[in-house]
């Protein structure tokens, strides 16, 4: 799907805040209120919008859990995938073949989600991290 420069302008602030209203958006990128409306439902059907999330303050944990795949990585990625444990997950280039980022009301959440990535068969190896603070 091509995007053009309104296109990503719209993700761009849909990314910083996803409650950003369409007028507020068409008033930045020179466009009525219901085109703006079009172009997110266009972006949704075509994929490059997946979901809208949220942002809470404070109580949320993370960790990003790097993977070494026993096998094949995809066959290790769709099995990640399916098992529902991660909020993104990428293969990767480099030492690792992907990266999961977890995401949970508390620690002891996201320590559960890594015990249950490190039982997954196709995983051979994991290096975690856990982020103090975003900016």
């Known amino acids: 799907m091509k995007l053009d420069d309104k296109d990503e302008k719209i993700l761009s602030m849909l990314r910083r805040d ?9 008033r930045a990128v020179g466009l009525t209120e219901g085109a703006v409306r079009n172009r997110i439902e266009h972006l949704v059907k075509g994929g490059v919008i997946r979901r809208f999330t949220i942002e809470t303050s404070g109580g949320a944990s993370y960790g990003i859990v790097m993977l070494k795949a026993r096998g094949a990585t995809k066959k290790m990625m769709a099995e990640l995938s399916s098992a529902g444990l991660a909020s993104e997950a990428y293969e990767i280039s480099g030492e690792y073949d992907g990266c999961a980022i ?19 068969k196709s995983v051979a190896d994991t290096r975690t991290f856990i982020p103090f603070r975003k900016w």
């Open 18 to 26: 996803a409650r950003t209203s369409n007028v507020e958006m068409a």
């Open 102 to 120: 977890l995401e949970g009301a508390s620690l002891e959440e996201v320590d559960r989600k890594i015990d249950s990535i490190r039982k997954l």
